[in-house]
């Protein structure tokens, strides 16, 4: 009888070069990034992070690696002191904002336009959105969601701008999905060049039957990134509050080791790609 026990796969990061903020901190289990795990307002199921902790946070970090600050959250942008944690991550280094366009008008772009333009770091936003058909996105994200995304996207451009689109789609409907957007942009008059578009397999994605490609050619997102959150330091946007990729309690003693073993780490094996980071190869 063979008691071998097959082991995680593991891989291990070199240095933390992207990091991503968590700004709020829901109970709800729920950790589909892609929808901020929860869209309740109430109360007593969140804590934000305060601006103490992300101080406390970046100055365990070190600066002279950080490529990119990543702010996220339910939605990043309704936190009480996101202004101040917005500029406090910009004199670090170039900060990028994650939405769904919720708190994204004319009068937010031209405030946030002010605040780049008061030091040399740029501000990026990825902005979720589904699908290019409204009736189809709205079924997924809720009602009025696609609206919101557009009026976001219209508004950032309006001030110089160049925002992200952030797509969850099968591999299948990519060149679908694609060209869908491109007509969207056109009609309403936003870039829709390659780095436009950000996207991430959908984890409908086969991936118990799928070939992995081999480890020496992973690009993977935890093997240059954490995410620090109320609950501790992560290894990916897609496992908070899962105990697998739950790496420390805080920047100072997290594990650079990852063993991929759950169903979001196969889809990254499967593709051997960054989903979230900033990488304009």
């Avoid at 601006?51 to 600050?69: N, T």
């Avoid at 109320?230 to 509050?241: D, H, Q, R």
Wanted: proline residues 3%; neutral net charge.
């Amino acid at each position: 009888m063979n008691n071998s026990i097959i082991q995680a796969q593991c891989v291990e990061m070199t240095e933390l070069n992207h990091l991503f903020i968590d700004l709020e901190y829901t109970k709800d289990k729920n950790t589909n990034f892609n929808v901020y795990r929860s869209r309740s307002f109430n109360q007593k199921n969140k804590k934000y992070l305060q601006l103490d902790e992300i101080k406390d946070a970046l100055q365990k970090a070190d600066k002279s690696r950080l490529k990119y600050i990543y702010l996220t959250g339910n939605n990043s942008m309704s936190h009480p002191e996101f202004n101040h944690i917005l500029r406090l991550c910009l004199t670090y280094c170039p900060v990028t904002i994650f939405s769904d366009g919720s708190c994204i008008n004319d009068k937010k772009s031209r405030f946030l336009k002010r605040v780049e333009d008061e030091g040399t770091n740029e501000i990026i936003f990825k902005i979720f959105i589904n699908h290019y058909d409204e009736k189809k996105n709205d079924e997924i994200s809720g009602r009025g969601s696609f609206r919101k995304a557009l009026h976001a996207i219209t508004s950032l451009n309006k001030y110089g701008f160049n925002p992200i689109l952030v797509i969850k789609t099968p591999q299948s409907q990519l060149q679908e999905f694609k060209e869908g957007f491109i007509e969207l942009g056109k009609k309403f008059r936003f870039e829709t060049e390659d780095i436009n578009f950000s996207f991430i397999p959908s984890e409908s994605e086969e991936t118990t039957s799928a070939i992995s490609l081999p480890p020496e050619s992973w690009n993977l997102d935890c093997m240059s990134a954490r995410i620090f959150t109320k609950s501790g330091v992560y290894n990916c946007p897609e496992l908070i509050n899962d105990y697998r990729g739950r790496s420390g309690a805080n920047l100072c003693d997290f594990s650079k080791k990852c063993y991929l073993e759950t169903e979001k780490c196969s889809l990254c094996k499967m593709f051997g790609q960054q989903m979230y980071v900033n990488n304009w190869s």
